[in-house]
């Protein structure tokens, strides 16, 4: 409000360039654009005079700009408002040229160019550094080497260094053991295409190929097996019974059901 009342309650204009005042036309509260109270604290509006940062402002100290020259950017605080050269924004921010301000960083980065995603170059601690992305992890093929993602050995899936013993998992058609992914496992040992991992015993469902020295998958039927096809049944899930090498629910004619051991064995031994 420009205005004020005098001592006999008159309404009147208040004095450029008081914005507001009261009891005197020039006795200012605040100011108009361009000035600001005096900071020897009088009630009057000194012109504001901007320092060699300042493009504009709201007073006469580098801690009053409103706007940066070029080569000076706008940096704002919880408290002053400064224009510091491109490398005093502080961490989380960027200068940016077409603004002559310190502009936010995404989120997950500490120091950056520009405000996308893939314009970090310093991650928050916790996030991995990778192609200019700041990242909870490193993706797979490769570790993360003190919060920059590196690249693993190429036999690795993914890993906690660079050689090819570091390596945590295997993509197909290799085997883990002992830290590596191998083409083929040695000796006494198969190749697990489910866990892909190199094994002594297949698990169940599957069965060891001494030619290839991997694990084949039974019929769904089997849990173990001697070899691929519904007929090749050593053992049956619950509830089936296993007869010449498959799992069935009934007995065939000619056949009963051994409860002891699940297989249909010939009525021919009792006759």
Known sequence: MDEYFDDKRVCQKCSSPCLTCENLPTTCLSCENGYHLALNGTPICDKNICTDRCDTCEGYTE???LSCINGFFLKKNEGPIDC?????????????????????????????IGPKKNQCKICLS????FNNYCLPECPDKYFSNNGICELCHSSCKNCDGATNKSCICCDMPRFYLEKQCLTICPDK???DNFTLSCVKDCPEFSFPDEDSKICYKCDNKCPKCRGIGSNECLSCQKNLFLEDGSCVEFC???F????????CESNFFFL
């Open 256 to 263: 009963f059901v051994d409860t002891g051991t699940s297989k």
């Open 126 to 129: 916790g996030n991995q550094f």
């Open 63 to 65: 801690l009053d700009c």
């Open 189 to 191: 040992f198969y190749g």
């Open 252 to 254: 065939s004619s000619g």
């Open 84 to 112: 510091v050269t491109k490398e005093k924004c502080p961490n989380g921010t960027y200068p940016d040229s077409d603004q002559n301000k310190c502009q936010d960083c995404d989120s997950s980065c500490k120091e950056c």
